[in-house]
């Protein structure tokens, strides 16, 4: 009996070893299939880790998309034509890039196979401005005549003028432009070597005051004040990525406009993750280049009227004949096959704009 009953002690702890062991086993199981699940999204945003980027990065902070099994990584960007390129050659996953030249792609690239998508307006209008000093006695796009403009080749601004010039009864082929490196336009038009710039307006308007600029001394004329109703940045996906994870794009929007109501509400917060991933940012400065871009693309009017993260297929159909005029592309702009609401979160997750 003692024998037995020994015998059978060793048999119930052995039982409960090995019952420990399947449940042990079977979390381990668990927690690797779910570390699988993780879909893996390589993002660029459209420039450097700035204000508006936050409206990603306090997403990150948060863990919003790991909540929805995405594994991002957000990589700051070189401009806008870059970010587009990237994305349909498969660098990158999805981005973030202006409008424009999403469109510019489709002109110029009608057979590529890899083409980027927008599957989300996050800019409703475009930023594009053009800015001069009040010495200059510009105060309306008329007094441009005659005058010495100038930015970077890619500006999305000066390739978008004969838009501009159009709209307001300007002579586009009678201006001499003067290119330069981004990091000297508004040093040439303090230094009276210009008499009036293109720019985003958050960040020229910004870089005119670090140069001893006042606010009160600025003259701007935003694009869609005077005419011209451009769209501007975008989510954008490459439809390799879109056919391939279908529901990844959608948890990644989900995730982005959680992460856009935060910072719509608390922009401070934002910059807090902002500067998280850059600790030389200037926070001051920072947080009123992300209110400005805020107020004027992201809450505009526009914005309010057609909802964040929608366009007007009208107002889009118009835009791609502009930008293949304007930017002379090869051949005619389908505004149909570059952009698709079927990914967006519903209307309840996109009521953003506080």
């Given at each position: 009996m003692p024998q037995s009953h020994t015998a059978r002690r060793r048999l119930l702890k052995l039982g409960a070893m090995l019952g420990t062991s399947l449940v042990l086993?079977?979390?381990?199981?668990?927690?690797?299939?779910?570390?699988?699940?993780?879909?893996?999204?390589?993002?660029?945003?459209?420039?450097?880790?700035?204000?508006?980027?936050?409206?990603?990065?306090?997403?990150?902070?948060?863990?919003?998309?790991?909540?929805?099994?995405?594994?991002?990584?957000?990589?700051?960007?070189?401009?806008?034509?870059?970010?587009?390129?990237?994305?349909?050659?498969?660098?990158?996953?999805?981005?973030?890039?202006?409008?424009?030249?999403?469109?510019?792609?489709?002109?110029?690239?009608p057979d590529a196979k890899n083409k980027p998508v927008a599957v989300m307006m996050v800019y409703n209008n475009t930023p594009a401005a053009i800015l001069a000093l009040k010495k200059s006695g510009i105060r309306a796009p008329k007094d441009l005549a005659g005058k010495r403009l100038g930015a970077p080749v890619f500006d999305a601004g000066r390739r978008a003028f004969p838009i501009f010039a159009k709209a307001n009864g300007l002579q586009a082929s009678s201006f001499n432009w003067q290119a330069m490196d981004p990091t000297l336009r508004e040093t040439m038009l303090v230094r009276g070597d210009l008499d009036a710039i293109t720019g985003f307006s958050f960040t020229s308007i910004l870089n005119l005051n670090a140069r001893g600029v006042k606010d009160e001394d600025i003259v701007v004329l935003p694009y869609p004040q005077f005419g011209v109703k451009l769209y501007g940045n975008a989510v954008i996906a490459s439809e390799e990525f879109i056919r391939k994870n279908p529901e990844a794009v959608k948890a990644f929007l989900r995730a982005f406009s959680k992460s856009a109501r935060d910072v719509i509400a608390r922009p401070e917060e934002g910059i807090r993750a902002l500067k998280a991933r850059d600790g030389i940012i200037d926070e001051k400065l920072e947080t009123r280049r992300l209110k400005l871009a805020l107020d004027s693309v992201v809450r505009s009017p526009d914005a309010r009227a057609e909802?964040?993260?929608?366009?007007?297929?009208?107002?889009?159909?118009?835009?791609?004949?502009?930008?293949?005029?304007?930017?002379?592309?090869?051949?005619?702009i389908n505004a149909d096959a570059l952009w698709t609401d079927a990914y967006l979160p519903g209307a309840a997750e996109l009521d953003v704009l506080r």
């Open positions: 086993s079977t979390q381990f199981a668990g927690t690797a299939h779910a570390q699988a699940a993780a879909t893996k999204v390589r993002f660029q945003l459209d420039w450097r880790f700035e204000g508006p980027a936050a409206l990603f990065l306090l997403g990150e902070q948060k863990g919003y998309y790991k909540a929805e099994k995405l594994e991002v990584s957000i990589d700051a960007g070189n401009g806008s034509g870059n970010v587009v390129n990237r994305v349909a050659s498969g660098t990158y996953d999805m981005g973030f890039a202006d409008m424009s030249s999403v469109m510019e792609f489709y002109g110029n690239n909802g964040f993260g929608r366009i007007s297929k009208p107002r889009l159909s118009l835009m791609a004949s502009q930008v293949a005029d304007a930017f002379g592309t090869k051949g005619r």
